[in-house]
T-cell receptor, first 120, second 114 residues
């Protein structure tokens, strides 16, 4: 079971509000990621981080921003929410894993449960 | 263009039956291929990971195959259970960057009926 947490799980908010989606992991992983996923669609990478004080934009342009002040924490902020931001946001982290059933040695991503955001 | 295509888009089977999900990719260079299971409202969970040299990998009732020559993979589920109802996502990683960029398919939505 992956130790990566996201809060809130669900958020309904009005247009123009500032929101922060929290993500934390207790596995000591250096790399962390934010994905956006619409129903029935593939995950799109919007932000990632190699480690503390490192943040990069992903493939999908996003008006959100991220910060990485601590290894375990990777919050995502929207300064002014809009209906077009309605989506599911998934946080992930990655690190070296040991061999186990169905898994090979190497790096794999562990995902949090996601935050479903609805902007009215 | 690097892409991952999955089929079918959705599938309904009866409990106890077997099924096979397909994944075709055009990602190059190729590093590895993963199958994830995503329950509704949850994050994806890794089922299997295969590198270029591996043809098959099993995890309980899940068996993944990989044909790196034809760039095809399949996920076979044996003796399906109601808890297998989920979206199954094929993810391919390239070797083009230190990040090991991931390309995601849209998933196959599997529904298992009693």
């Amino acid at each position: 079971e992956a130790d990566i947490y996201q809060t809130p799980r669900y958020l309904v908010i009005g247009t123009g509000k500032k929101i922060t989606l929290e993500c934390s992991q207790t596995m000591g992983h250096d790399k962390m990621y934010w994905y956006q996923q619409d129903p029935g669609m593939e995950l799109h990478l919007i932000h990632y981080s190699y480690g503390v004080n490192s943040t990069e934009k992903g493939d999908l342009s996003s008006e959100s921003t991220v910060s990485r002040i601590r290894t375990e924490h990777f919050p995502l902020t929207l300064e002014s929410a809009r209906p077009s931001h309605t989506s599911q946001y998934l946080c992930a982290s990655s690190g070296i894993v040991t061999r186990g059933p169905g898994l090979a040695g190497g790096e794999t991503q562990y995902f949090g449960p996601g935050t479903r955001l609805l902007v009215l | 263009k690097n892409q991952v295509e999955q089929s079918p888009q959705s599938l309904i089977i009866l409990e106890g039956k077997n099924c096979t999900l397909q994944c075709n990719y055009t990602v190059s260079p190729f590093s590895n291929l993963r199958w994830y299971k995503q329950d509704t409202g949850r994050g994806p969970v890794s089922l299997t990971i295969m590198t270029f040299s591996e043809n098959t990998k099993s995890n309980g009732r899940y068996t993944a195959t990989l044909d790196a020559d034809t760039k095809q993979s399949s996920l076979h589920i044996t003796a399906s259970q109601l808890s297998d109802s989920a979206s199954y996502i094929c993810v391919v990683s390239d070797r083009g960057s230190t990040l090991g960029r991931l390309y995601f398919g849209r998933g196959t939505q599997l529904t298992v009926w009693p």
